[in-house]
């Protein structure tokens, strides 16, 4: 695999992302003209359409979309490697867009160093049981419902890639587990996912020291550019990292579905 060498190739960045995403649909997934993930989590984020190609009409792409999302929340991801007639056309038809989403990049070697604070201990995710712990730890600022956390480790157990490319990081303060994170080795890029803080433990650089550890799994795998989307909270943290916003996602939750009309006849 080519290492990727400048955070402006946006196509390898896309195929990160699509990648980390797939890897949830443990119930469906479909990486063709219609690039669609379904975990079966009862969360938005957890399901989706990651991209529409030229291959069908867009009238047909939403009724596929519809029928295999059909019984969960979900979201359409409409990024630079869609067609660019798709925003437009979600519109039209009842969808309603709910935001923007970042895709930020740096380089791997001019990404600033920071130091872990010195009541934080990372480490990597090995085991049921830890990846148990990692999941319930990420699971609230994911707002992901407590009836669903078992659900959610299902998914992570089955993900493909978690013996291939990923690795995931694990923040303990003083022995508590209160950070996440995690690297995706996809496509010559690391694909930074799962930053997440307690709530209690936020602003105390914990995040930061996260987001370094997987760049520096990153720099020892020959890796050069990171990219990660980001959360509101997250991209002021990123940008100062020395991340810069090369793209973005529009995110749109699907038009709701007509009622039955009566019969009348």
Do not use: K
Not at 71 to 89: C, Q, Y
Not at 137 to 157: L, N
Not at 160 to 181: H, K
Not at 222 to 251: C, I, K
């Amino acid at each position: 695999m080519t290492m990727v060498d400048s955070i402006a190739d946006l196509e390898q960045q896309l195929a990160n992302t699509r990648d980390y995403w797939l890897g949830w649909g443990r119930a469906d997934r479909s990486a063709g003209d219609l690039t669609l993930y379904r975990s079966s989590v009862s969360h938005p984020q957890l399901n989706g359409v990651l991209r529409v190609g030229h291959g069908q009409s867009l009238d047909a792409v939403v009724a596929e979309a519809e029928g295999r999302l059909r019984g969960v929340p979900w979201m359409w991801w409409v990024g630079p490697d869609s067609r660019s007639d798709l925003a437009d056309h979600l519109l039209a038809t009842g969808a309603t867009e709910i935001g923007t989403m970042p895709v930020m990049a740096a380089r791997v070697d001019r990404a600033i160093s920071v130091d872990t604070p010195p009541e934080l201990e990372i480490e990597q995710v090995a085991g049921p049981d830890s990846l148990r712990e990692w999941v319930t730890a990420y699971a609230p600022s994911f707002g992901v419902a407590p009836d669903q956390v078992h659900h959610v480790i299902r998914a992570e157990d089955n993900r493909p890639d978690q013996s291939n490319g990923l690795v995931r990081f694990a923040g303990r303060w003083n022995g508590r587990l209160v950070g996440t994170s995690a690297l995706l080795d996809r496509h010559g890029v690391a694909g930074i996912y799962v930053v997440t803080t307690a709530a209690e433990y936020r602003r105390r650089g914990i995040g930061t020291a996260l987001t370094a550890a997987a760049l520096r799994e990153a720099r020892e795998r020959g890796l050069r550019v990171a990219t990660l989307q980001a959360s509101p909270d997250g991209a002021p943290v990123y940008h100062r990292m020395g991340f810069e916003t090369v793209a973005g996602y529009r995110m749109f939750t699907p038009a709701q579905p007509r009622p039955a009309q009566p019969d009348t006849a």
